[in-house]
């Protein structure tokens, strides 16, 4: 079946521009996540959603940084005012139930590059 | 604070088995250790996961110590497509954690 997919896979702007970064999760997992994966790191939570909810957003670096999931399904990471430390992949994963699963499903990640 | 510890990178030969180990002297009784592996390009990819007791897959083994303090993921007979970064996490599965805190991980070059 299909999995985790992430649109564009590659985004190039430039510093102070907005971005948004879409992620198309496995049919009918409730659960959503967002991590962020800096050049030679382990990726690095960003926020977690169950069903339309953000339950956690903990690790959003600040407030330029936002994520929606509007119908359960879907969710858009949005950027705004990018800066070029806000160069890194970033990658989407879901699950079925969130809580107590064992497996995330991650998708390809989109690279993001500020200039 | 790092909960793990893995060496950074590590060699092995193809058709030979990779031991990978993790260090997590921290460890809490209700915690699990899990495996992760990352291809260059693409997400992470789920590999096994145990408690106290050793597991095996069609993918890997996982053999942790009776002290819980270390395990060891075993890819049994390496291919050039495990040459991967792998990463041991520990995680408690309960009902409000659901984050995975990767590592660095273990950089993983199969040889031919």
């Known amino acids: 079946g299909a999995g985790v997919s992430q649109t564009p896979s590659n985004k190039v702007t430039e510093k102070g521009k907005y971005v948004e970064l879409r992620c198309d999760p496995i049919?009918?997992?409730?659960?959503l996540y967002w991590y962020r994966q800096s050049l030679g790191q382990g990726p690095e939570f960003l926020i977690y959603?169950?069903?339309?909810?953000?339950?956690?957003d903990s690790g959003l670096p600040n407030d330029r940084f936002f994520a929606v999931r509007p119908e359960g399904s879907v969710s858009t990471l949005k950027i705004q005012r990018t800066e070029r430390g806000d160069s890194a992949v970033y990658l989407c994963?879901?699950?079925?139930?969130?809580?107590?699963?064992?497996?995330?499903?991650f998708g390809p990640g989109t690279r993001l590059t500020v200039l | 604070d790092a909960k793990t510890t893995q060496p950074p990178s590590m060699d092995c030969a193809e058709g030979r088995a990779a031991n990978l180990p993790c260090n997590h002297s921290?460890?809490?009784?209700?915690?699990?250790v899990y495996w992760y592996r990352q291809i260059h390009s693409q997400g992470p990819q789920y590999i096994i996961h145990?408690?106290?007791n050793n597991e095996t897959n069609e993918m890997a083994s996982l053999i942790i110590t009776e002290d819980r303090k270390s395990s060891t993921l075993i890819l049994p007979h390496a291919t050039l497509r495990d040459t991967a970064v792998y990463y041991c996490?520990?995680?408690?599965?309960?009902?409000?954690?659901?984050?995975?805190?990767f590592g660095a991980g273990t950089t993983v070059t199969v040889r031919a």
């Open positions: 959603f169950q069903g339309t909810g953000a339950a956690d």
């Open positions: 996490i520990v995680r408690v599965l309960r009902s409000n954690d659901y984050k995975l805190s």
């Open positions: 049919s009918g997992h409730t659960a």
């Open positions: 921290t460890i809490s009784g209700n915690e699990y």
């Open positions: 145990g408690l106290k």
């Open positions: 994963a879901s699950s079925l139930k969130g809580r107590n699963d064992n497996e995330q499903f």
